[in-house]
């Protein structure tokens, strides 16, 4: 098997039995505030781009590059499609011309046929509103020599599927870094925003290492992330000034994460890096430049990257929405019929919040399921967004269903909340569509199994997180009388069961 970084999340894997093209993004995505990094303009996505196969894990545009695909992958591939119960990634898929699609059963082993024989695949796909926009998911490859594992930035919740199916995993290839928004966005202190930065850094790098002795590979490539900014607004999110408060580590502080606790099998690769496996045996292991001139001085590299790519920035930000007048009646109409069939998701809300969109403020109501202008006197909400306009006039011209996956992830916003993060309101902001709310609102109201339990330093939980049902024998760590959940960082007091990160979401728990 040969196994080539096409930057990313992007992999093409090379098998005797034929070739598969793995999330492959090149365009700016979010607004234009996120990059691939290092740079993989140079590929040639002729040649990737006529494969047998073809796997997007999700609809996250770091992973999901319609221009990209519609330009550059040829639409007679077999799409290898991962099962989600909103089948919006199918469509978008359908809508660039690709007609051939292998459509999997979430955590089956199936067996496809390329033009040069057979190979064993699974697709895990994760179907909680939580998960991607609406799914994220990881494929197991397998040609009878090397098991490959992508798991790009799903968080799967049991491991034992993949052995059970698949035995030994020879490499694995998995998010390390930020894909989000917080601490940087909030208005909080700057030391405590750096405090939270450096715990949410930890957190993500301890839930890796937590996947990387469950999953139990050879070779372990740290890939996913991060992505690079490289407008002059948002320069300060690289991680190239010594911030250990910065969410967005690279490739090199991971590895050495994973020497500083004894794991040697670390791969490094840049886009066009690739990696011949037999098995175990890593045979070769070829760059296309020498890593030093991405990693000896990161903040030049990121520099001049910016300065070539100065002309698609400036072509995506003239591409935005412009115009005039308020926004509240396109508001009104896009949310209210949202707001009255998702009960749920508005009791879980459970509070008015507000969207300071430049001049204009907007009130969405979820008790009362409307939005409105602000009352006289009632004060600032708690929960609320600033928001340029233009990016909301964006998002309403083109029918976005996800703010979360087009807004939020571009964070060129800021927001400040009282009490703690409220999961269903940024669920509602990526179901934007009477399907998907239909979807959230119902697996939200399923009730889940917890009457299994764990002991975990003294104490006695259920075994399954309230949040996404993890295996907390597993991801769980109790530092005093705290359970942190590594899969995600949300936080229970054991004492009382309560969520410390959320609303909701109680914990069965007692001292033993």
Not at 108 to 120: A, F, N
Not at 143 to 167: I, K, Q, W, Y
Not at 277 to 304: C, M, N, Q, W
Request: overall charge negative; hydrophobic content about 40%; aromatic content about 10%.
């Amino acid at each position: 098997m040969q196994i080539t970084s096409v930057g990313h999340a992007g992999f093409h894997i090379r098998t005797a039995a034929g070739t598969i093209l793995c999330d492959p993004w090149v365009n700016p995505a979010y607004f234009a505030s996120w990059f691939p990094f290092p740079d993989n303009t140079q590929l040639d996505w002729d040649d990737l781009g006529n494969c047998d196969f073809l796997y997007v894990s999700h609809l996250h545009r770091d992973h999901f590059d319609a221009k990209h695909l519609a330009d550059k992958v040829n639409k007679d591939t077999t799409v290898l499609l991962p099962d989600y119960p909103v089948p919006d990634l199918k469509r978008e898929l359908e809508a660039l011309g690709f007609h051939k699609f292998f459509e999997t059963e979430d955590s089956v082993k199936h067996t496809i046929t390329g033009p040069g024989g057979e190979l064993d695949i699974m697709i895990i796909a994760l179907r909680a509103p939580a998960d991607g926009p609406i799914g994220d998911s990881g494929i197991v490859i397998a040609d009878g020599e090397t098991v490959c594992f992508n798991m790009n930035d799903a968080r799967p919740v049991d491991m034992d599927v993949l052995h059970d199916s698949f035995g030994h995993v020879d490499i694995h290839l998995l998010q390390y870094s930020g894909a989000i928004w917080y601490p940087m966005v909030y208005d909080i202190p700057a030391k405590t925003k750096s405090n939270f930065g450096k715990q949410k850094r930890q957190r993500g790098m301890d839930r890796c290492r937590s996947y990387i002795e469950q999953v139990g590979a050879t070779w372990v490539v740290p890939s996913a992330g991060p992505p690079v900014f490289l407008d002059d607004e948002l320069r300060y999110l690289n991680d190239d000034r010594g911030d250990e408060g910065n969410i967005f580590p690279d490739q090199i502080v991971f590895l050495e994460q994973m020497r500083i606790h004894g794991n040697e099998g670390g791969l490094l690769m840049l886009p066009g890096s690739t990696a011949d496996l037999r098995g175990k045996e890593l045979s070769a292991l070829t760059h296309p430049v020498d890593p030093d001139t991405v990693y000896g001085d990161k903040a030049a590299y990121i520099a001049a990257m910016a300065e070539r790519m100065a002309p698609v920035l400036a072509a995506e930000k003239a591409s935005w929405a412009t115009g005039a007048g308020p926004l509240l009646p396109q508001l009104q109409e896009l949310f209210e019929p949202i707001m009255a069939q998702s009960d749920l998701i508005c009791d879980g809300i459970g509070y008015s919040v507000a969207l300071v969109l430049g001049d204009e403020t907007v009130v969405l109501d979820f008790p009362k399921r409307i939005v409105r202008a602000p009352i006289d006197g009632e004060g600032k909400q708690r929960y609320g967004f600033r928001i340029d306009p233009q990016l909301v006039r964006t998002v309403l011209r083109d029918n976005e269903p996800d703010w979360v996956n087009t807004i939020f992830l571009s964070t060129r916003f800021t927001t400040w909340r009282i009490g703690g993060y409220n999961e269903f309101l940024y669920t509602f902001f990526k179901c934007l569509t009477d399907e998907r709310i239909a979807y959230a609102d119902g697996w939200f109201s399923e009730a889940h199994d917890d009457s299994a339990s764990t002991e975990l330093e003294g104490w006695e939980i259920q075994r399954r997180c309230p949040h996404l049902k993890a295996d907390l024998s597993k991801f769980g760590v109790v530092e005093g009388n705290t359970l942190t959940c590594n899969l995600h960082g949300w936080q229970w007091d054991l004492e009382s069961g309560r969520c410390k990160t959320s609303k909701g979401h109680e914990l069965r728990s007692r001292k033993l």
